[in-house]
């Protein structure tokens, strides 16, 4: 794997601390698995309500989940976590099913464990089917058209996930807590550097709104998930969501993009600090999740009229850390 250079403000070096290398995360020899091409625009739509909600917030909930399906727990040369297929009354988008994906399940123990073990992971998944009631499921919405056309229960026709899910409760009232195992570890992620860049600089998107839902069209030369990126922050633009997570300005090869840390994360503890530092601008290579950014979403679908209006910056960047120097 490429070495890692680390992580800069401006001109100085970050203390030793901010090293979250160490903490436990995908491997690194994990091969890269392949993008996926793209031809026509992608269609996909959207409540504004759900949109409305999201804009304000990082991490969200959602209420009335019902799980359908799981996967096993992925191999390390994949992504390494489990995806939980559902459905809920409180989305009704097009399409209108849901992931929720819980990171680092292949090294992570599940939560209450002290090692891992698939088992853990696939016991719970099967306990979410069988119930007979429905799930609560906090975490960040992912909004990226990767599965419109899915396959099988834990994949579901999908625009969004939560991804990371940060938090669960089950229909028994107990909760699980996810948001510890956002980290990025050795992962690099699936997409070379030179490939995402290229979706940040040639992505375009566009939005209609029709009665109470926004119609996305979404135009990429490729389209993938997780990948390294060199990032730059705004320092000043850094601002808690009100609840603990961190949303903030920053580039990406000169184009802006907006980047959110969930609360619970190290790195969501390390942005806290890098807001009460010195520095103006942070530069880091970085483990990131492409999504679209549901506030620049809105604010095109809020200048739509039946008409369809370009979305300005439309990436977000879901920040997981930094990966490990090997």
């Known amino acids: 794997m490429k070495k890692n250079p680390g992580i800069h403000i401006a001109t100085a070096m970050l203390p030793a601390a901010i090293g979250l290398a160490s903490v436990v995360g995908m491997p690194s020899s994990a091969p890269k698995t392949a993008a996926h091409a793209v031809g026509a625009a992608k269609q996909f739509s959207i409540p504004i309500s759900n949109l409305s909600n999201w804009a304000g917030t990082v991490i969200v909930s959602i209420n009335g989940v019902k799980i359908e399906g799981h996967s096993p727990v992925h191999a390390q040369n994949a992504d390494c976590e489990m995806h939980l297929g559902a459905h ?3 989305f009704n988008g097009a399409p209108n099913g849901l992931v929720l994906e819980p990171m680092n399940a292949c090294v992570q123990p599940f939560p209450g464990q002290t090692s891992q073990s698939n088992t853990d992971w696939t016991s719970f998944g099967d306990a979410l089917v069988n119930a007979a009631g429905t ?7 992912r909004i990226w058209p990767e599965h419109l056309v899915g396959g099988g229960a834990s994949n579901p026709d999908h625009a969004v996930e939560l991804h990371p899910l940060t938090a669960l409760t ?7 807590d996810f948001s510890a195992n956002v980290v990025a570890g050795g992962f690099s992620g699936g997409l070379s550097q030179a490939t995402a860049e290229k979706i940040v600089q040639q992505l375009a998107v566009s939005v209609t709104r029709n009665s109470g839902s926004v119609d996305i069209s979404f135009t990429a030369g490729t389209i993938g998930n997780f990948t390294v990126l060199n990032i730059t ?3 000043d633009s850094i601002a808690s969501d009100g609840t603990g997570s961190f949303s903030m300005d920053g580039e990406v090869s000169s184009v802006p993009v907006r980047i959110v840390t969930a609360k619970g994360s190290p790195i969501n503890d390390e942005v806290q600090r890098f807001k009460s530092g010195p520095n103006d601008k942070i530069t880091m290579d970085a483990l990131v999740l492409f999504s679209l950014s549901p506030q620049a979403l809105l604010d095109a679908a809020t200048k739509s009229h039946g008409d369809s209006v370009a979305v300005e910056h439309p990436i977000q960047l879901i920040l997981y850390g930094t990966p490990d120097d090997q």
């Open 170 to 176: 089950d229909s028994n009232g107990k909760n699980f």
């Open 88 to 90: 809920t009354p409180v």
């Open 135 to 141: 799930v609560t499921a906090s975490g960040v919405p």
């Open 233 to 235: 922050i705004e320092r």
